[in-house]
């Protein structure tokens, strides 16, 4: 398999060239032959290959107009604050943002900041003393005395103190609500024996306990089973008891169109969204929350305070600025990656998310057909003719390690895939049946570091890069896997981490110290 010089094949790649895309690097297979393989990256869940010419427009951007933003008295400063906006533009038009009520906010961490600061921002702490002290009705009748935005917050938060989510969200979408109310505040939906969202429970949950429920957050994509949530659905069904409906888009904005807003239907409204900018080809760029951030934050400062985010300031007080995005983002931002964030939005405008979908929905119904021939492949989530599923699929070889198949996909075929369960613990266990002992064991088991035990899956997903020669290529992996798995089992070995390399590079390691 010496494919160092071969060309891409005739598919043609969405978005042009990417950074990395087209490396080449040796590979040994099971009959310990080195030959050199194309980079196959299949890893686009985790986080995309950079765009070549975004890449080149930061680049530029750094070399003409680096610069702190919040100033116009220079050129570079001009051009700086106004890249940012055009970049907070970009992002807004990309998600259907109605700017007349909805704001775009930059955040750390991808969409992991972006909910963190919005579970934080709709749970204020002291929400969470007050509930788990059971003294909700006190605080509020206090609250009322003391009158004021901020302190409407808490009162609501008190009054409907419960999140629905699901068990099939990524931890991101999981822990932060956790942490703002409490386990015993969160309800979790369940989902079907398949990997579809349990639609008849979320109904359930919301009659039983709808008018206390203040947020229904949910993944628009799955990270595990590539699974589309009706999120306009989920929406009316929240907002029919009152609630607001969070969407976690970090598997979603690049590969699937989203609207915040559908036309003559407001109850369909997605009140926020999530997104991360690592997953649309610019890592290193930002995450970001859209929605109606000033009907539900109000004036209070939920983040950092500093420089940039007040209108005045002297030693007996302060004031800050009334737009939600200015007083939320103090300091020096990333800038760089806000602006390459933007330059993201703005190439997958410009393709096309249906597009996008048309690309990625071929290649993921050629790939499931391709892996439903190869013997003893598992592939979980629904079939494609039950479901129209994203560019992410889990498998497994049956009787094959998950981390042993990951290992020999990198090692023999330059294919980069993920293995175990991809911050997604419950759903993960939920289609492997690891039952309450299983998991007791392996967890003990951890925590002296031994992880050959922890379950998991293989995770293949797809980018604007992906081809029909890639899904290729991991099918002929997979196969090799499945008929050579007793040559595998002599050839590789596993240590406490869990995973798998070669006896021989075992042994290398193992002798380093004394060589």
């Known amino acids: 398999m010496d494919d160092g010089g071969s060309a891409r094949g005739v598919e043609q790649r969405l978005g042009g060239r990417f950074l990395g895309d087209d490396r080449v690097d040796p590979v040994v297979g099971v009959d310990g032959v080195v030959r050199s393989a194309r980079r196959v990256y299949l890893d686009s869940g985790a986080t995309t290959l950079m765009s070549a010419s975004i890449y080149g427009d930061i680049t530029r951007y750094l070399e003409t107009a680096c610069a702190n933003s919040h100033t116009h008295a220079h050129r570079a400063g001009r051009a700086t604050t106004e890249a940012i906006e055009n970049a907070r533009d970009a992002v807004g038009h990309l998600v259907g943002m109605d700017p007349r009520v909805d704001s775009v906010l930059f955040t750390g961490n991808g969409a992991t900041g972006a909910l963190n600061y919005l579970a934080r921002a709709l749970f204020p702490p002291e929400v969470r003393l007050f509930l788990k002290a059971h003294e909700a009705r006190?605080?509020?009748?206090?609250?009322?005395?003391?009158?004021?935005?901020?302190?409407?917050?808490v009162r609501d938060a008190l009054l409907r103190p419960l999140v629905v989510t699901t068990v099939m969200e990524h931890h991101s979408n999981m822990l932060p609500w956790i942490e703002a109310v409490g386990r015993e505040n969160c309800r979790f939906v369940e989902s079907r024996p398949d990997g579809q969202l349990d639609l008849d429970d979320l109904a359930r949950v919301l009659r039983d306990d709808g008018d206390r429920v203040r947020v229904v957050t949910v993944a628009g994509v799955?990270?595990?089973?590539?699974?589309?949530?009706?999120?306009?659905?989920?929406?009316?069904?929240?907002?029919?008891v009152g609630a607001e409906i969070v969407v976690d888009a970090a598997q979603m904005a690049a590969h699937a169109a989203i609207a915040l807003h559908v036309a003559g239907d407001d109850a369909a409204t997605i009140d926020y969204v999530a997104l991360s900018g690592h997953k649309m080809y610019v890592p290193g760029s930002r995450g970001a929350l859209v929605g109606g951030l000033m009907r539900s934050i109000g004036a209070q400062c939920v983040g950092d305070v500093g420089g940039g985010m007040v209108d005045s300031v002297s030693i007996e007080d302060y004031t800050p600025k009334d737009d939600v995005t200015a007083r939320e983002e103090a300091g020096t931002p990333n800038i760089p990656g806000t602006i390459a964030l933007g330059l993201a939005a703005r190439m997958l405008a410009q393709i096309g998310l249906d597009a996008i979908e048309r690309h990625e929905a071929e290649l993921t119904q050629y790939a499931l057909s391709r892996l439903a021939a190869i013997p003893d492949v598992r592939v979980y989530g629904p079939t494609w003719q039950a479901h129209r599923r994203a560019g992410v699929i889990a498998l497994n070889v049956d009787g094959v390690s998950h981390a042993l198949v990951a290992a020999y996909l990198n090692d023999a075929y330059n294919v980069a895939v993920r293995n175990e369960c991809f911050c997604a613990h419950p759903y993960v266990k939920r289609f492997l049946g690891v039952t309450a002992a299983e998991q007791h064991v392996y967890l003990r088991e951890m925590v002296d570091g031994e992880r050959r035990r922890v379950p998991g899956m293989v995770r293949a997903s797809f980018g604007l890069y992906s081809t029909r020669d890639d899904v290729d290529r991991l099918c002929a992996g997979l196969d090799e896997i499945s008929r050579e798995r007793n040559r595998l089992a002599e050839v590789y070995v596993s240590g406490p981490s869990g995973d798998y390399v070669r006896r021989s590079q075992a042994e290398v390691t193992r002798l380093m110290p004394i060589l």
């Open 222 to 240: 799955s990270n595990v089973t590539g699974v589309r949530n009706p999120i306009h659905e989920i929406a009316r069904a929240a907002h029919a």
């Open 138 to 153: 006190r605080a509020i009748d206090a609250a009322a005395a003391l009158g004021g935005r901020t302190v409407n917050r």
